[in-house]
């Protein structure tokens, strides 16, 4: 039985369970975070046509040259440097707007960041099963992590970080079937030429 189940959980079976629970977290997330926004464009009385110019993460651009290993590593690199700059930006939060009484915000913007830091194992262990290190970190250089001194341009860059959260999330998962289905390729089209040298 163990055996059984062992064979079970290797090789393409790992990646659509993974690919699954990864897309199941990401929706999560997207929904998350469009609460998390909603919330604090009240608490700071923004529009919702709020202006957010340019991405603050930099990885490579998409490309259809790229791998699945590749686009793995993309999304996850993006991810985290979203991760690191949202726990910079809580804290910047909590140091010059003051942590205060702990309402539905504070709760929103807790759960944002636990269901990205789950959504980042996920695409960790894909990296790894598809062959890529997810213990290499992005560098983190150019990064916007220590933001504004003024109190507005705060506001705003802690909502400019928000907001690439929830585009890196629709990102991800956007493009988890289209890598799923380029590893299913590759994995069948090995299975078919081992086939065929036997």
């Known amino acids: 039985m163990a055996a059984r189940r062992t064979r079970g959980m290797t090789g393409p079976d790992v990646n659509r369970s993974t690919v699954a ?3 199941s977290i990401a929706e999560q997330l997207r929904y ?13 009385s923004f529009t919702a046509d709020v202006l957010v110019d340019g991405r603050l993460v930099s990885v490579a651009p998409p490309s259809s040259q790229l791998d699945t290993r590749d686009k793995l590593w993309r999304l996850h690199s993006a991810l985290m440097q979203c991760r690191s700059l949202l726990e ?18 504070e709760t929103q913007r807790k759960r944002v960041k636990d269901r990205l830091s789950y959504l ?3 695409t960790g262990e894909l990296l790894k099963t598809a062959g890529g290190a997810a ?21 705003l860059w802690v909502y400019r970080i928000f907001k690439e959260v929830d585009y890196w ?7 988890l079937p289209s890598v799923i289905a380029k ?3 590759r994995t069948s089209r090995g299975r078919t030429t081992r086939s065929t040298r036997r």
């Open 88 to 105: 910079r930006a809580i804290a910047r939060e909590e140091e010059e707007l003051g942590g205060g009484k702990k309402g539905e915000y």
């Open 183 to 185: 590893e299913r390729v």
């Open 135 to 155: 213990l290499l970190t992005p560098s983190l250089e150019g990064l916007e992590l220590d933001g504004p001194t003024a109190l507005f341009e705060l506001k």
């Open 32 to 44: 998350e975070c469009s609460i998390l926004l909603e919330l604090y464009r009240e608490k700071e």
């Open 169 to 175: 999330t629709i990102t991800t998962l956007e493009a």
């Open 21 to 23: 629970r990864a897309a």
């Open 120 to 122: 980042l194992i996920c």
